[in-house]
């Protein structure tokens, strides 16, 4: 054959397999009535090794792999369909509580608010505040737990945590409280971190002995730490690494931390930007107590634990590719009291409202033990 008659010929197929494809989703609706009736699960993995061993005897074994991979496809994209319909319109369709969420189009950002970050004044948190809101209202707690449980409890409207660091990573602490705190990411900031080496004033650089900061922002300067031939000493942020310098007698220590703190604390930058890459940004979440998704939202946060078997976290990967939805960070914790057991959290690239996002919030209980909506929300660079 010629490549037109080919080409022809391939036409032919995927026409037929289309029709194929449409006729085999719009049977899931059947199958979801069925289920409904008899309560079974949608996910039948016994089944699903019969029809997959049934593909393998049937295929040539040069094509095997192709085949497999083809018939899990469809059916993770028939278990979606069936769970989309089974929770259509219910009390636990999570994609239905989050247009409930979805506040109306002409509804800004607050500009004014009552927002708690941890550390003092001068903190990272504290620049990502005045990025994030117009007019912060700001209390300072001692810890990431402590923004938790404050706006939790109602005594401030908002927090705002760091997440992750472009170049020391993620902040783990952060993501473990996620897990024990029902809290809501409402929206996301990037700020630039610059750090500078700070003193008290006539003190040099060749007098430094000690220099102190929070663990991220060492991890951060490293290199630059290394050719000072200093020891370093951790404390709970940037700022109040500042504030103990500007607070101690000594005239060999300095600290790691952000231009604004010299001016608050009479302390002079004895260098400046020192991190190692001047690519050095901090992806800080404004959290609430309730889910509110301000127009605008594009990406979506979530956490799942997911059976301790194979193929699990590959199930929902596959999920993910079926609806054509970009995972744009996968995080891994472990779960406290069970060895080598993780949950996992997912940032999704994906505008709320959108037909797929719907689908793989209601297409998840037959891959997920546990499954926790984070925010949907906007980033503002």
Known sequence: MDLSAVRSRLDEIDGELLDLFIERLRLAADVAAAKATTGKAVFDPARERQKLARVAARTPDAYEPQALALFSLLMSMNKAEQLRILKAGGAQSRASQIRRALLPADTPFPGVASVVCQGVEGAYSNIAATRAFRVPDITFVRSFEEVFRTVLAGKATYGVIPLENSTAG??????????????????????????NLL????????????????????????????????????????????????????????????????????????????QDSDANYTRFAVIGSRPEVFPGATRTSLMLTLPHEPGSLYRVLERLYALDINMVKLESRPIPGRDFEFRFYFDLDCPVGSPALDTLLDALDDIADEVWYLGSYAEVL
């Open 170 to 195: 993620s902040v783990t602490a952060v993501y473990d409280l996620f897990a024990r705190y029902p809290a809501h990411i409402v929206r996301a900031v990037r700020v630039k971190i610059d750090h």
């Open 199 to 274: 003193a008290k004033p006539g003190v040099r650089r060749e007098d430094v002995r000690e220099v102190w900061s929070h663990e991220q922002a060492l991890a951060q300067c490293a290199d630059y730490l290394a050719g000072l031939d200093v020891e370093v000493h951790v404390c709970p942020n940037t700022a109040r690494a500042a504030e103990l310098v500007a607070q101690s007698d000594r005239t060999d220590v300095a600290a790691l931390s952000s231009a604004l703190c010299a001016n608050l604390y009479g302390l002079e930058v004895i260098e400046a930007d020192v």
